[in-house]
């Protein structure tokens, strides 16, 4: 089975990673806008800058059988965003309609 984990750098995202890496017949995709250092042979590691983008999530997407959606824009500590609702959104709303 193959199990993507969006937001797998996230506090959530970490530890669920590590213990799918532990199951048998189990291959783990983990997406996130940073990097995350989980070295399995059943897990890699896809770099996503935008969730908006459908492009994006093609080539990541291929073989999934089951996708666990952690991404989120949470916890924005120096907001920069003229509006910060339309980002919430962008992310937490448009990022699953792909």
Do not use: Q, Y
Not at 15 to 29: E, F, G, M, Q, R
Request: hydrophobic fraction near 45%; include cysteine.
């Amino acid at each position: 089975m193959k199990i993507l984990v969006t937001g797998a750098t996230g506090f959530i995202g970490v530890s669920l990673c590590k213990a799918l890496i532990t199951l048998p017949d189990v291959s783990v995709v983990g997406s996130g806008r940073s990097s995350i250092e989980l070295v399995a042979t059943n897990f890699v590691f896809s770099k996503v800058t935008d969730t908006s983008t459908a492009g994006e999530w093609r080539n990541i997407l291929e073989g999934v059988d089951v996708v666990i959606h952690l991404a989120a824009r949470a916890h924005v500590l120096s907001e920069i965003s003229s509006d910060p609702m339309v980002e919430f959104r962008k992310v937490n709303v448009e990022g699953t309609l792909m």
